[in-house]
């Protein structure tokens, strides 16, 4: 085992899990981390301790948006394999930002590629693309495979599926082992706070302290296939072991919507809900209280919304060896602990101490 990874995006959740696995199997790990005026680093600082006693591991300040930086790191690592974990992945910010999000995820991805060219490791080196399950958006048939043909429906959706065909085509064209991971949902008690399941673990943290608020939802109806991104990781790391490159879909073979998720979070911190109403004023009351613990605010819908996602692994199973085994409603539950746990509160209603 062994060898040089590059990371880009190792400040976020999955660049964080995959940075200790990697570590784990005695690689030595550089990260590429936009430079930001306080610290970014603090998921990998909770899965490794402190990063100036961490072996192995290399952090460089740059931008996916730097080409010719990009140029300079590839030349002075020199990777045996590289994860392109950074992105603008924020599906209702692209479309307010399309722009960025293009320039990113897109464009990002393209000077990537390109810059492994550049230095002549087209043959040597090994290439991951994030890719995502945005990339079916209205998708005509479900479970989506690897052959569904892709339709999406957001900025963010489209800019990956430029990404996508930029891997492809340095792969068939230039010969690099390159592959794109097709992942679903993947979540952890590391998903950034604006993502819903973490907005609704957090809100359910928030109301067993006392908070009343109520938690402000988009669409309840949208339905995820939801999975563990440890797993995921895992599943990236397999790509890069095979002797090409290829594309697989990373999944469960299960779907949830949002409506189920807030239900079994709060209901696992102790507050369980009904539902009254339907539509922009369908809410969440707490059977126990009668409290409003969720409002369905159309205001956080999508301009284009994608209903229902779920992902057939088969491939990955059958070519990989790879399968998700944790379910949603554990991983939901392990993510209410930790947020509960956060707010110094193992169970509802005891407060945090002052």
């Given at each position: 085992m062994g060898g040089t990874a590059l990371i880009t995006g190792v400040t976020g959740q999955d660049g964080a899990y995959l940075c200790a696995l990697l570590l784990a199997k005695g690689y030595r790990v550089h990260g590429l981390a936009r430079r930001c005026s306080a610290s970014n680093t603090g998921r990998l600082e909770g899965l490794l301790g402190p990063l100036e006693a961490v072996e192995r591991l290399e952090l460089h300040a740059g931008d996916l948006t730097d080409g010719a930086g990009l140029i300079r790191l590839i030349a002075r690592t020199r990777p045996d394999e590289v994860y392109n974990l950074g992105a603008q992945s924020h599906v209702r910010a692209s479309?307010?930002?399309?722009?960025?999000?293009?320039?990113?995820?897109?464009?990002?991805?393209?000077?990537?590629?390109?810059?492994?060219?550049t230095v002549g490791l087209s043959g040597a080196t090994r290439f991951y693309q994030a890719s995502t399950s945005e990339l079916f958006g209205a998708a005509a048939a479900s479970p989506q495979t690897e052959d569904t043909p892709f339709r999406p429906r957001s900025p963010y959706g489209a800019a990956k599926l430029h990404a996508y065909w930029a891997v492809v085509g340095h792969r068939e064209a230039y010969g690099l082992h390159a592959s794109n991971g097709i992942l679903f949902n993947h979540e952890s008690p590391l998903r950034g706070q604006a993502f819903v399941t973490r907005k609704i673990t957090r809100a359910v943290a928030a109301a067993a302290?006392?908070?009343?608020?109520?938690?402000?939802?988009?669409?309840?109806?949208?339905?995820?296939?939801?999975?563990?991104?440890?797993?995921?990781?895992?599943?990236?790391?397999?790509?890069?072991?095979?002797?090409?490159?290829?594309?697989?879909?990373?999944?469960?073979?299960?779907?949830?919507?949002?409506?189920?998720?807030?239900?079994?979070?709060?209901?696992?911190?102790?507050?369980?809900?009904?539902?009254?109403?339907?539509?922009?004023?369908?809410?969440?009351?707490?059977?126990?209280?009668?409290?409003?613990?969720?409002?369905?605010?159309?205001?956080?819908?999508?301009?284009?919304?994608?209903?229902?996602?779920?992902?057939?692994?088969?491939?990955?199973?059958?070519?990989?060896?790879?399968?998700?085994?944790?379910?949603?409603?554990?991983?939901?539950?392990?993510?209410?602990?930790?947020?509960?746990?956060?707010?110094?509160?193992?169970?509802?209603?005891?407060?945090?101490?002052?």
């Open positions: 479309f307010d930002t399309p722009e960025i999000t293009a320039e990113v995820d897109a464009l990002g991805c393209v000077r990537l590629l390109e810059a492994v060219r302290v006392g908070e009343a608020a109520p938690l402000r939802l988009g669409n309840l109806d949208a339905r995820r296939d939801w999975g563990d991104a440890r797993e995921y990781v895992e599943g990236m790391w397999r790509m890069l072991q095979q002797p090409a490159g290829g594309d697989y879909v990373l999944a469960t073979g299960r779907a949830a919507s949002v409506r189920d998720f807030a239900s079994h979070a709060f209901g696992a911190g102790g507050l369980p809900l009904r539902w009254e109403g339907e539509g922009d004023g369908e809410r969440g009351i707490c059977r126990r209280t009668g409290r409003v613990l969720v409002a369905s605010d159309p205001t956080l819908r999508r301009p284009a919304e994608v209903d229902h996602l779920i992902g057939d692994a088969s491939k990955a199973a059958r070519v990989l060896g790879w399968s998700a085994r944790v379910t949603w409603e554990a991983l939901c539950e392990e993510m209410v602990r930790a947020d509960l746990a956060a707010l110094g509160t193992g169970h509802v209603g005891r407060r945090r101490a002052a």
